[in-house]
């Protein structure tokens, strides 16, 4: 489509996505120069639709951006009144003391957020402040100038043919065009992937770690309702097959967040992350919290794990990316939006810099040295080799070794293990479906666990179904020819939305189905999957799931 030729609207700076990230760049440039003209774009139907996070939220980041933000409002109502941590085991659970665990663990002056909302009141703050913003517009491709760097983006481009080919009512969107482009896209973003294999951001740095999380919120009975309580659990029922964890947040007005991570480095292609979290819920612990309650949404999204040693390059000609698009998540704080916030806003003030210079079209270096030694980089510095001692050593050493590094990087700065690698990437990590026993899966009950496509239905997912599928494949034939064979086709149980299937027929062969209509966005599939050959892109705007209040 790059020969269609298109209005453009030209910016000082050009933000993609509507998450913490881009929300508080797009507030502190207006900050701190109320006559810059920023964009912020949003794929999602409105600014929240697309925001899954846990989320117990360290208010750092909005501390710095908005020291007075209790005064303006924000949703931030439920304070942590105590932390708990458990080892599960099938039948039973034993505590983990909070006493040995390093102060980086402790949520006291932490909330329990709904980060949606958190990013509906932000959305608010910047438009107070003249940043336009445009909710339902997917940036589908990036503009480059003349000498290679990022010039902008391509957006609102709606009614193509199902082939991808232009028809009587295609709209062929504009071009927004920006002196910097600020990516903000989150996990695994499209844009951002684009701009970290053009520059080779990656280059010298560990391969990105993912885990995919999976939320419910649930309605519980009062009686069992404990507000600001936070619980974290290990263990049952991932076993040995595969890192994770689960949280149970109590917000207010009797709900409850849970939610279940599985490390997307497992072995066992067989694993079938969804049925691990309807399958914990079934633990005598959580069950009994949840009997007689009713779930209300659910929703999933992958995360990314690889930390301090995985970050790659933040900055390229023109654009920086910010967020998740590079990868701030503390893995053992469960926690990354403090982070996004803090790199939104330092991304802001370099950009802010160099416009004031007569600059454009630059690397924002000032941007990457901020967040790598600054506060972004002291958080993730302290708990750099936890995620690579859980995936080497399994859960118990990583328990034992993993608080001796965090403590010896607290007290003395310096770790007794270096910095550790990640080695393979999640894909490379999916072994050999004839190497690892198939796991039987216990069927949902409809009562505290749910089949995959009913609890799609309480993501309100919609796309219009005769778009172009967003959901490629660089060869058609490798589901059936060598991931089936060879993995048994991980698509069919990764995916935390039924949005893949083998279909067998008799006397047919067997084919393989993208049902791209189910998709929640989490880019699962575009990082486990084994031979990489599916491609997540953005589906036009609008489209995907609609999150109440994740």
Request: proline share 6%.
């Amino acid at each position: 489509m790059s020969d269609i030729q298109r209005e453009s609207m030209e910016y000082d700076v050009v933000i993609v996505g509507g998450g913490p990230a881009g929300l508080s760049a797009a507030i502190r440039l207006k900050q701190l120069d109320a006559d810059l003209n920023v964009v912020l774009l949003e794929k999602g139907s409105e600014i929240g639709a697309h925001i899954l996070s846990g989320a117990v939220l360290d208010p750092c980041g909005l501390d710095a951006l908005i020291p007075d933000w209790k005064d303006k409002g924000a949703p931030l109502n439920v304070p942590v009144t105590e932390d708990n941590f458990y080892m599960l085991g099938e039948a039973g659970q034993l505590r983990i003391p909070n006493w040995p665990m390093p102060p980086l663990m402790n949520n006291h002056g932490n909330y329990i957020v709904s980060m949606g909302n958190v990013c509906r009141w932000m959305a608010e703050q910047a438009e107070a402040l003249g940043v336009e913003i445009f909710p339902g517009m997917a940036c589908s491709e990036l503009v480059y100038g003349e000498s290679g760097e990022v010039r902008g983006v391509v957006a609102g481009v709606f009614g193509l043919e199902e082939d991808g080919t232009i028809g009587p009512n295609t709209e062929p969107g504009m071009e927004l065009l920006g002196k910097y482009v600020f990516l903000a896209e989150g996990v695994r973003g499209s844009l951002s992937k684009e701009v970290i294999a053009k520059y080779d951001l990656s280059n010298g740095k560990e391969p990105q770690k993912f885990g995919i999380g999976m939320k419910e919120i649930w309605e519980i009975d009062p009686a069992r309702h404990r507000e600001g309580s936070v619980t974290h659990t290990m263990g049952w029922p991932l076993g040995g097959n595969a890192g994770g964890g689960s949280f149970i947040y109590h917000l207010e007005n009797n709900q409850v967040y849970v939610g279940f991570v599985v490390h997307l480095n497992y072995q066992n292609p067989h694993l079938y992350p969804y049925m691990e979290f309807q399958r914990f819920k079934h633990h005598p612990m959580v069950a009994r919290l949840l009997e007689g309650g009713k779930r209300v949404a659910y929703g999933a999204r992958a995360i990314s794990e690889g930390g301090y040693q995985s970050m790659p390059k933040m900055v390229a000609p023109g654009v920086a990316l910010l967020g998740c698009s590079v990868g701030m998540v503390n893995v053992p704080r469960i926690k990354g939006n403090h982070n996004a916030m803090l790199s939104g806003k330092a991304a802001a003030e370099a950009a802010y810099e160099a416009i004031k210079a007569d600059r454009a079209g630059d690397e924002l270096t000032a941007y990457e040295t901020e967040v790598r030694e600054g506060a972004i980089g002291k958080d993730l510095h302290k708990v750099r080799n936890i995620k690579p001692m859980w995936s080497k050593w399994g859960l118990t050493a990583s328990l034992t070794l993993g608080g001796l590094d965090m403590w010896t990087n607290n007290l003395f700065g310096a770790s007794l293990f270096g910095t550790l690698g990640h080695g393979k990437s999640d894909a490379e990590a999916t072994g050999k479906a004839a190497d690892h026993k198939p796991i039987d899966y216990p069927k949902p009950d409809g009562r505290l666990s749910f089949d995959r496509l009913t609890n799609v239905s309480f993501s309100f997912t919609n796309h219009e179904e005769s778009q172009p599928a967003h959901l490629t494949l660089k060869d058609a034939s490798v589901p059936i020819s060598v991931n089936l064979p060879t993995y048994a086709e991980p698509a069919q149980r990764y995916c935390p939305a039924g949005v893949y299937e083998v279909v067998h027929e008799e006397g047919k062969d067997p084919r393989f189905v993208i049902n791209f209509q189910n998709c929640v966005h989490c880019k699962t599939c575009d990082i486990k999957d084994p031979s990489q050959n599916i491609h997540w892109t953005v589906p036009q705007g609008g489209d995907g799931p609609n999150y109440p209040n994740m």
